[in-house]
């Protein structure tokens, strides 16, 4: 229950993102619906077929990052081009093995440091907002700080869920306006743009392959549960960009909630385990039910709010990305580099500072370890 409440409680990051790429309130419904439909059909028809616990989500680090992208001004239809691109790169990695060789290649330090400047801003947010607006965020602070110390697990999802509550009796929500309780579910016609796609697409795959698909495999690995790379890489990719071409921008495996899962609080019998990532599946079926009128609700919220608890969610994952990256003498430069290339937030010749960071912190890796 912690883990799906959990991803409740970054809902608010995945409608940023889909905002910040120009999607329409309506677009931005129906990919959270659907997104969250594929959560639940993946996450049961894996854990089934595979008798494994396998738990299927989106990349909130992923999410993040296009949150942080808006400065492009893309229109949704490239952004839809970039997702779909991503996606099939996932395929990729499942179908042709030696793709996954060369990701694996790409110090985890560089990819860590990639992600902690995708996340800093956010991080950075949640402090000029508790300063702007101390009586909705350091209640949210406090609970988090209190919970860190008692119960870690619960500490985001409860902290943030106390936000949106603060927040919506405060006058800070504007007018929400919710056209229709189901979303419109109209087909995105995708635009493919070499540019987008290098400013987006890519550096979205790497971001999930890095902080989603393949921690998720270790820790399922470190369980006991031998996962089918190849099989899970395609189904997922595959329902990826399925989602695609409704705006959702990736459904990937699972890190913390695999955790969860697939140890001994699931069950006691490890060939048991899988039924627990099933019923998750099944309650995130029911949540994408009530998906247009949580995103009507959030588009209400001022945007400096909203990246104020979309950084407390965060605040563990940047942590944890600023510890890989300056963990080795040899790549430290490297991933210094590019955090700062990836937290400055340059576009050029129309790529964004992710793709740029990634570059830089591969060449300067490459320079030094001769």
Do not use: C
């Not at 996450?43 to 942080?68: D, E, N, Q, R």
């Not at 990729?92 to 440091?113: D, E, F, H, N, Y």
């Not at 603060?166 to 309780?181: C, D, K, M, T, Y």
């Not at 001994?264 to 039910?289: M, Q, T």
Request: charge should be neutral; aromatic fraction near 10%.
């Amino acid at each position: 229950m912690a883990s799906t409440t959990g991803s409740i409680a970054t809902f608010g990051i995945a409608i940023a993102g889909l905002s910040a790429m120009g999607a329409s309130s309506s677009q931005t419904a129906t990919a959270i619906a659907l997104m969250l439909f594929g959560y639940g059909v993946l996450s049961i028809g894996l854990s089934y077929w595979l008798k494994m616990p396998v738990s299927i989500v989106w990349s909130t680090p992923g999410a993040a990052f296009l949150a942080t992208s808006a400065g492009l001004g893309l229109d949704f239809n490239t952004a839809v081009g970039a997702f779909i691109v991503s996606s099939l790169l996932v395929v990729l990695t499942g179908a042709w093995p030696a793709l996954g060789r060369v990701i694996r290649k790409i110090p985890p330090q560089i990819s860590a440091a990639m992600l902690a400047g995708v996340i800093f801003p956010f991080v950075v947010a949640t402090v000029h907002s508790a300063v702007d607006f101390p009586l909705l965020i350091m209640p949210t602070v406090i609970v988090w700080l209190t919970l860190n110390r008692f119960l870690p697990l619960w500490a985001s999802p409860v902290a943030i869920i106390t936000g949106f509550v603060l927040i919506s009796r405060s006058e800070a929500v504007g007018e929400i306006e919710v056209a229709s309780f189901w979303p419109d579910f109209q087909i995105v016609s995708p635009v493919f743009d070499v540019a987008a796609i290098l400013a987006i697409g890519v550096p979205l795959y790497l971001i999930t392959m890095a902080s989603q698909n393949l921690p998720g495999l270790a820790i399922m690995g470190s369980l006991g549960y031998k996962l089918p790379t190849s099989r899970v890489f395609i189904t997922t990719g595959l329902g990826s960009a399925i989602t695609g071409f409704f705006g959702g921008f990736g459904l990937n495996l699972a890190a913390i909630t695999a955790a969860l899962n697939a140890d001994e609080s699931a069950a006691k019998d490890p060939n048991r385990r899988w039924l627990a990532a099933a019923w998750g599946g099944v309650v995130y079926i029911l949540f994408a039910i009530f998906a247009a009128g949580f995103a009507a609700f959030v588009l209400a919220v001022p945007t400096e709010l909203l990246l104020a608890l979309a950084g407390l969610a965060l605040l563990n994952t940047f942590a944890g990305a600023i510890r890989t990256a300056v963990s080795d003498d040899q790549t430290r430069l490297a991933g210094v580099v590019t955090l700062v290339i990836g937290a400055a937030g340059v576009t050029i010749l129309g790529v964004g500072g992710a793709f740029w960071a990634l570059v830089a912190g591969i060449i300067i890796w490459s320079i030094r370890k001769r």
